[in-house]
Protein backbone atom coordinates (compact mmCIF):
# COMPACT_ATOMS: atom_id res chain seq x y z
CA UNK A 1 0.00 0.00 0.00
CA UNK A 2 2.41 2.26 0.65
CA UNK A 3 4.25 1.69 -2.17
CA UNK A 4 0.77 2.33 -4.42
CA UNK A 5 0.85 5.43 -2.53
CA UNK A 6 3.99 6.71 -3.76
CA UNK A 7 3.85 5.26 -7.23
CA UNK A 8 0.58 7.18 -7.82
CA UNK A 9 2.30 10.52 -6.46
CA UNK A 10 5.44 10.54 -8.61
CA UNK A 11 3.75 9.13 -11.80
CA UNK A 12 3.68 12.08 -13.91
CA UNK A 13 4.24 13.01 -17.20
CA UNK A 14 7.58 13.83 -18.59
CA UNK A 15 8.77 11.53 -16.07
CA UNK A 16 11.70 8.97 -17.63
CA UNK A 17 12.59 6.63 -14.80
CA UNK A 18 11.73 6.28 -11.88
CA UNK A 19 13.95 4.33 -8.16
CA UNK A 20 13.95 3.01 -5.03
CA UNK A 21 15.92 3.98 -2.34
CA UNK A 22 16.20 1.84 0.67
CA UNK A 23 18.35 2.03 4.10
CA UNK A 24 19.29 -2.16 5.02
CA UNK A 25 17.78 -4.82 3.30
CA UNK A 26 17.83 -6.42 6.85
CA UNK A 27 15.07 -4.22 7.30
CA UNK A 28 11.92 -5.82 6.66
CA UNK A 29 10.09 -3.26 5.68
CA UNK A 30 12.69 -1.66 3.69
CA UNK A 31 12.89 -4.71 1.42
CA UNK A 32 8.62 -5.04 1.56
CA UNK A 33 8.68 -1.07 0.28
CA UNK A 34 11.45 -2.05 -2.21
CA UNK A 35 9.85 -5.06 -3.84
CA UNK A 36 6.12 -3.66 -4.27
CA UNK A 37 7.20 -0.28 -5.88
CA UNK A 38 9.88 -2.20 -8.28
CA UNK A 39 7.37 -4.42 -9.05
CA UNK A 40 4.56 -2.01 -9.82
CA UNK A 41 7.26 -0.18 -12.06
CA UNK A 42 7.68 -2.68 -14.22
CA UNK A 43 4.04 -3.89 -14.07
CA UNK A 44 3.54 -0.39 -15.92
CA UNK A 45 6.45 -0.93 -18.42
CA UNK A 46 8.58 1.78 -16.57
CA UNK A 47 12.03 1.80 -16.34
CA UNK A 48 13.58 1.68 -12.11
CA UNK A 49 16.28 1.05 -10.46
CA UNK A 50 17.17 0.51 -6.93
CA UNK A 51 20.18 1.47 -4.10
CA UNK A 52 19.92 -0.36 -1.15
CA UNK A 53 22.92 0.68 1.18
CA UNK A 54 25.74 -2.10 1.69
CA UNK A 55 28.36 -0.05 3.05
CA UNK A 56 29.10 1.70 6.22
CA UNK A 57 27.39 5.18 7.00
CA UNK A 58 30.24 7.52 5.02
CA UNK A 59 31.06 5.21 2.12
CA UNK A 60 26.98 4.95 1.99
CA UNK A 61 26.72 8.25 1.49
CA UNK A 62 29.38 8.70 -1.18
CA UNK A 63 28.12 5.82 -3.09
CA UNK A 64 24.58 7.14 -2.92
CA UNK A 65 26.13 10.29 -4.22
CA UNK A 66 27.16 8.77 -7.68
CA UNK A 67 24.42 6.42 -7.62
CA UNK A 68 22.09 9.92 -7.92
CA UNK A 69 24.26 12.01 -10.23
CA UNK A 70 24.33 8.87 -12.63
CA UNK A 71 20.23 8.43 -12.53
CA UNK A 72 18.51 10.07 -16.21
CA UNK A 73 16.44 12.54 -15.24
CA UNK A 74 13.78 13.58 -14.80
CA UNK A 75 13.61 10.72 -11.86
CA UNK A 76 10.74 10.09 -9.37
CA UNK A 77 12.40 8.72 -6.34
CA UNK A 78 10.54 6.72 -3.53
CA UNK A 79 12.51 6.56 -0.45
CA UNK A 80 11.96 3.77 2.34
CA UNK A 81 11.33 6.40 4.83
CA UNK A 82 11.88 9.84 5.89
CA UNK A 83 15.50 9.76 7.12
CA UNK A 84 16.42 7.95 3.74
CA UNK A 85 14.47 10.99 2.07
CA UNK A 86 16.29 14.06 4.01
CA UNK A 87 19.79 11.63 2.71
CA UNK A 88 18.51 12.13 -0.40
CA UNK A 89 17.57 15.86 -0.10
CA UNK A 90 20.66 16.99 1.33
CA UNK A 91 22.80 15.00 -1.11
CA UNK A 92 20.97 16.63 -3.98
CA UNK A 93 21.49 20.02 -2.64
CA UNK A 94 25.09 19.49 -2.55
CA UNK A 95 25.52 17.78 -6.28
CA UNK A 96 23.01 21.12 -7.37
CA UNK A 97 20.40 18.50 -8.19
CA UNK A 98 17.42 20.03 -7.96
CA UNK A 99 13.98 19.26 -6.50
CA UNK A 100 11.33 18.51 -7.24
CA UNK A 101 12.22 19.81 -11.21
CA UNK A 102 15.10 17.03 -11.40
CA UNK A 103 14.03 14.62 -8.93
CA UNK A 104 10.76 14.19 -7.62
CA UNK A 105 10.87 12.52 -4.34
CA UNK A 106 8.59 10.80 -1.92
CA UNK A 107 9.15 9.15 1.22
CA UNK A 108 7.83 7.68 4.19
CA UNK A 109 6.28 7.32 7.73
CA UNK A 110 5.81 11.31 7.34
CA UNK A 111 7.72 12.15 10.30
CA UNK A 112 7.07 15.93 10.62
CA UNK A 113 10.38 16.83 12.31
CA UNK A 114 12.06 15.20 9.57
CA UNK A 115 10.13 16.29 6.46
CA UNK A 116 8.84 19.83 7.76
CA UNK A 117 12.15 20.56 8.64
CA UNK A 118 14.51 19.62 5.69
CA UNK A 119 15.89 21.88 3.39
CA UNK A 120 13.70 21.20 0.60
CA UNK A 121 9.97 19.97 2.59
CA UNK A 122 9.31 16.01 1.76
CA UNK A 123 6.22 14.61 0.66
CA UNK A 124 5.69 11.26 2.61
CA UNK A 125 3.38 8.49 2.65
CA UNK A 126 1.77 8.30 5.93
CA UNK A 127 0.71 5.45 8.42
CA UNK A 128 -2.77 5.07 9.61
CA UNK A 129 -1.46 5.15 12.73
CA UNK A 130 -5.25 5.72 14.20
CA UNK A 131 -5.38 1.79 13.12
CA UNK A 132 -2.26 0.92 14.52
CA UNK A 133 -3.30 2.02 17.31
CA UNK A 134 -6.45 0.18 17.62
CA UNK A 135 -4.22 -2.89 16.24
CA UNK A 136 -2.16 -2.99 19.39
CA UNK A 137 -5.10 -2.36 21.66
CA UNK A 138 -6.73 -5.45 20.35
CA UNK A 139 -3.24 -7.91 20.65
CA UNK A 140 -3.22 -6.12 24.42
CA UNK A 141 -6.64 -7.69 25.01
CA UNK A 142 -6.16 -10.65 23.81
CA UNK A 143 -3.06 -11.31 25.42
CA UNK A 144 -4.52 -10.01 28.84
CA UNK A 145 -7.37 -12.42 28.30
CA UNK A 146 -5.10 -15.57 27.60
CA UNK A 147 -1.28 -14.75 28.07
CA UNK A 148 -0.47 -17.79 26.70
CA UNK A 149 -1.69 -16.71 23.18
CA UNK A 150 1.39 -16.77 20.91
CA UNK A 151 2.68 -13.44 19.79
CA UNK A 152 2.00 -12.34 16.55
CA UNK A 153 2.93 -9.49 13.77
CA UNK A 154 -0.10 -7.55 12.64
CA UNK A 155 0.44 -4.84 9.73
CA UNK A 156 -1.47 -1.93 9.10
CA UNK A 157 -1.45 0.24 5.82
CA UNK A 158 -1.09 3.86 4.82
CA UNK A 159 -3.78 6.04 5.18
CA UNK A 160 -2.38 8.26 2.54
CA UNK A 161 0.42 11.07 1.11
CA UNK A 162 1.10 14.61 2.77
CA UNK A 163 1.86 16.36 0.11
CA UNK A 164 5.19 19.01 0.52
CA UNK A 165 7.77 20.53 -2.02
CA UNK A 166 9.18 17.74 -3.17
Given at each position: ?????A??E???P???H???????KHF??????????IS??????????T??????E??????????L?K??????????????????V??CS????????????????N???I?E?????????C????????????????R??????A?R?????A?G??????
Amino acid sequence: MDARIAATELLSPGMKHYAFVGSQKHFWWSAERSKAFISGMRAANLPCSTFERKLPEGDYLKELALWLRKLPKPCGIFADNDVTALKVVEICSALNIAIPEEIKLVGCDNNTDICEKSPIPISSVCPDYENAAMLCAKLIEERIADPSVAPRTVKYHASGLVRRTS
